[in-house]
């Protein structure tokens, strides 16, 4: 089991760039979130999904889109990168009746300028 | 709003006990879980507390008061190794946690 993997481990976008951050599991767990974690500071929910077609957002969604076509993918895009979205971006996963007990992935560093 | 407090930081040493305090103020609350996050590091899960009272995970525990809106991770015989950062999360409507700041606790030999 690779368990959750996440791609690009680093990158450094121009502001107004997009990009997509991949993020795939390898544990048929139902549920997917993407958090950022700004330095000294806990995570921020992005979004999330409960299964394949159906995201939903959490705390900080303004910026981010996401989609979830099957149970092992959810990736999340960047549109117009801003330098406030420089941050970094952990995918997480986690079965339906287990949601307090989240598996995370090693992380996006993403630096805009 | 809905928001977890817990000290910026603790330290201790070697050998020691720590306790890290968390109080929260969310709606839709299901119980408390503990992360711990080493430095550069993913989040790994430590803890979860749906019922009132004290769960034990070998040098770790986790306690949750409901009534008081408060918990706490008691790590004992601390080693180098858990100096880290430690997440209190509040589970959502089961589908979602919202998190702390974290503490980072140092410790020293």
């Known amino acids: 089991n690779a368990g959750v993997t996440q791609t690009p481990k680093f990158r450094i976008l121009k502001i107004g760039q997009s990009m997509t951050l991949q993020c795939t599991q390898d544990?048929?767990?139902?549920?997917m979130y993407w958090y950022r974690q700004d330095p000294g500071m806990g995570l921020k929910l992005i979004y999330y999904?409960?299964?394949?077609?159906?995201?939903d957002k959490g705390e900080v969604p303004n910026g981010y889109n996401v989609s979830r076509s099957t149970t092992e993918d959810f990736p999340l895009r960047l549109e117009l990168a801003a330098p406030s979205q420089t941050s970094v971006y952990f995918c997480?996963?986690?079965?339906?009746?287990?949601?307090?007990?989240?598996?995370f992935g090693p992380g996006t560093r993403l630096t805009v300028t | 709003g809905q928001s977890l407090e817990q000290p910026s930081e603790v330290t201790a040493v070697e050998g020691a006990i720590v306790q890290i305090n968390c109080t929260y103020q969310?709606?839709?609350?299901?119980?408390l879980s503990w992360y711990q996050q080493h430095d550069g590091g993913a989040p790994t899960f430590l803890s979860y507390?749906?019922?009132?009272g004290l769960e034990e995970t070998g040098r770790f525990s986790s306690f949750l008061s409901r009534s008081d809106s408060y918990g706490y991770l008691l790590l004992q015989e601390l080693q180098m190794k858990d100096s880290a950062s430690y997440f209190c999360?509040?589970?959502?409507?089961?589908?979602?946690?919202?998190f702390g700041k974290g503490t980072t606790l140092s410790v020293s030999s």
């Open positions: 999360a509040s589970n959502q409507a089961g589908t979602a946690l919202i």
């Open positions: 507390n749906a019922l009132d």
């Open positions: 544990m048929n767990h139902n549920y």
């Open positions: 969310t709606s839709g609350f299901y119980g």
């Open positions: 997480a996963s986690s079965f339906r009746d287990s949601t307090f007990e989240q598996y």
């Open positions: 999904s409960v299964g394949a077609g159906i995201t």
